[in-house]
């Protein structure tokens, strides 16, 4: 009724609880199973998510069982692929046009092409650190004469790599970052999914059943509405964010495939308005294309660059499930990041040349007045407007879920927990919603997020470039004290020709320096 929907924050309190009864009794995946095989029989008190050496095949059995119903056994490279795009596509590149703006076309397309090399660098070192923390634990379960570099079931989130490899001072200095990092992130999905959509949904019984605004109109229905739509987007994700990600296939798979409809989308009617020499809609107001170098707005673009291409502290999760790891890896995170480059470069051209200044810091925003340069809206304009402008909603609902899992396994495998304890799906399953939601009830609150972006993209450089040089260079260390030159650089299966000592070392110290910088022009405002 209309009283209960005019409090839409006790009625997520009362949703999550109900959930949370659910979660104490069964788990998301256990569900899923018993919805597609009535013989299923999986205990969740007895499947442990991380398995250990003695509970690995009983783990191997009910991760097969798990997605047995859809037909995978693991991932292959196009799935995979998905995925990938699904944790690096998140609202970052919408910002990508207005970076453009700030520091010029030809100085963003540089800065693109050196992070893109950087983060594709950074992605096979992590990898390749897996590698061999592998070797290292198993050749302390049992003595090796010489290393095996390869990559198991068994799991290694970032925090474990650099606490295995640096010390227990490294993992608590990547937790900090990477939990700001990782709860900024969430809370500015929650508050771009529920704006987004309140701008052109109305509910029943709410705000007389009119979108709104929620920046500029400040009453009372308009704010229920939009906490409201929190609620919806609570109900979704977090019940998501507790499957595993072989039971996520099917969602993920298809929200890659809308994500590449709605880019071709914006980049095509882009390009028709560059052509035709239209604007989003008829104006009288100057019209100022993008500079080709603008060093002024260097500080401002680059935070955005990064934040568009890291998913770095998600590798690990998404490596375990991929087939063929020693083969496939390396190839999925180079077809990742050529992917984005081009799509980011071709967005960014297009986009910021079609609205010049007028460009928002989220570009879609733009398409909210499309009109396809008529003077009135067509119908086929109204449909174009509202895809695009509903887009990064949709988009959310695929990243929101994975980043959460992403924080959950870190601050699972960290936490001071018995090992009988921390072997049940139920508590890692607690972490999950540890980890998705409070920036749900965050968004309730606050809905500005501007500036998280800039914030975000600095860590990001520490978690994305900084952390994979040092975990690689002390790898290397321990891999090669342990076996002399068995373990040294370019030893293990995974390795890269740029696994050389130097290059590690350029590339950390050269993005320290571009952290302080840039930290130093955040601080000053």
Known sequence: NAETWGDPTRLLVCALSCFLYVVRSTSAAEILIKMFDTNATTSIDTAPLIPTPEGREHHDSVSRRSSSFLGYKGFKPLVAYCFGLNYILGVGFLTLPWAFMQAGYMLTIISLLAISGLALLSSWWIIEACSRAEAIVSDKE?????????????????????NLFIGPSARVVYMLGLSMYMYGSLWSYTSVFSSSISAHLGLPFINGGHSCDVVSDLSDGCQGLYKSYVLI?????IPVACLDLTEQIILQVTLALFRFVCFIIIMATSAVGIASGTGMAPSTEPFRSPSAFDFSGFHLMMPVLVYAQIFHHSIPCLTQPVLKKEHN???????????TTVLYCVLGLLVSFFLGAAVKPTCTLNWDNYTGGQSDSTWWAQGISYLIVIFPAIDILSTYPLNAITLGENLYAVAPIRADLKSQRKVKILFRLLAAVPPIIGGLFVKDLAVIIDWTGLVGLLICFVSPAALLFFAVKATRTRWG?????????????FSNKWVVIAVGGLTAALVVFLFAFLVQG
Not at 151 to 160: A, S, W, Y
Not at 485 to 497: E, F, I, K, N, V
């Open 233 to 237: 987007f609570a109900i979704f994700v």
């Open 142 to 162: 049992h003595t090796m004469d010489k290393p095996i570099f390869k990559i198991t079931q068994r799991r290694f989130e970032l925090g474990d790599l650099l």
């Open 329 to 339: 890896m390396k190839r999925i995170m180079t077809w990742l990041f050529s992917t």
């Open 485 to 497: 030159d068995a373990g040294g650089w370019r030893a293990s299966p995974y390795s890269s020709p």
